[in-house]
């Protein structure tokens, strides 16, 4: 079993759409849960971190949900710009350590 | 500018020939580590490293080793590559692990004939 599982998509979803991802994680004892942005295989940037009680940035609000092991990714208006593919991350045991999902893909259309 | 730097960007090589992939840090980052990306199955650690002279073994450390000699530097060595090694590796440095955000080099396309 994977320690960290998305949906790969793709999700194809017209411009000003509002679009959820999920993530799941297999050990409970997870520390710190990210959500990095990566375009076309390049590399991967912060896009939010996931903290305990949710937290927003603009049009991407993030939430963590400890009991059943899943964070989330909500993102609304999207924009042609939002294209691209999203990974969820975990850090454990030792908080130094990190897993990746496999990413969900996101395709913004005119 | 505040960047991760990886040379090279794109290497062809054969079986067995020994290579090593350089990955520096302009930002006194004291965690550093090393990825590869493979379809299906997303970024993968390597080996990761807290400070100098001081390295482990992320998820997937067979057939890798690295060294932590100054605190810029986190060279990625292959002294035996074979085509399974075949991958998109990624270096990145953070501030100290844990809850802080990884900053990634540009990365390297590796090829393993």
């Known amino acids: 079993r994977k320690e960290v599982e998305q949906d790969p998509g793709p999700f194809n979803v017209p411009e000003g759409a509002t679009v959820a991802f999920n993530c799941t994680y297999s050990?409970?004892?997870?520390?710190?849960f990210f959500w990095y942005r990566q375009d076309c295989r390049k590399e991967p940037k912060l896009l939010m971190s996931v903290y305990s009680s949710g937290n927003e940035d603009g049009r991407f609000t993030a939430q963590l949900n400890r009991a059943s092991q899943y964070i989330s990714l909500l993102i609304r208006d999207s924009k042609l710009s939002d294209s691209a593919t999203y990974l969820c991350v975990v850090n454990f045991p030792n908080f130094n350590k990190f897993y990746f999902g496999s990413g969900t893909k996101l395709n913004v259309k005119p | 500018e505040a960047q991760v730097t990886q040379n090279p960007r794109y290497l062809i090589t054969v079986t067995g020939k020994k290579l090593t992939v350089t990955c520096s840090q302009n930002m006194n980052h004291e965690y550093m580590s090393w990825y590869r990306q493979d379809p299906g199955l997303g970024l993968r650690q390597i080996y990761y490293?807290?400070?100098?002279?001081?390295?482990d073994k992320g998820d997937v450390p067979e057939g890798y080793k690295v060294s932590r000699k100054e605190k810029r530097n986190f060279p990625l060595i292959l002294e035996s590559p074979s085509p399974n090694q075949t991958s998109l590796y990624f270096c990145?440095?953070?501030?100290?692990?844990?809850?802080?955000?990884?900053?990634f080099g540009p990365g390297t396309r590796l090829l393993v004939l």
């Open positions: 990145a440095s953070s501030v100290q692990g844990g809850e802080e955000t990884q900053y």
């Open positions: 490293s807290m400070n100098v002279e001081v390295t």
């Open positions: 050990n409970s004892a997870s520390q710190s």
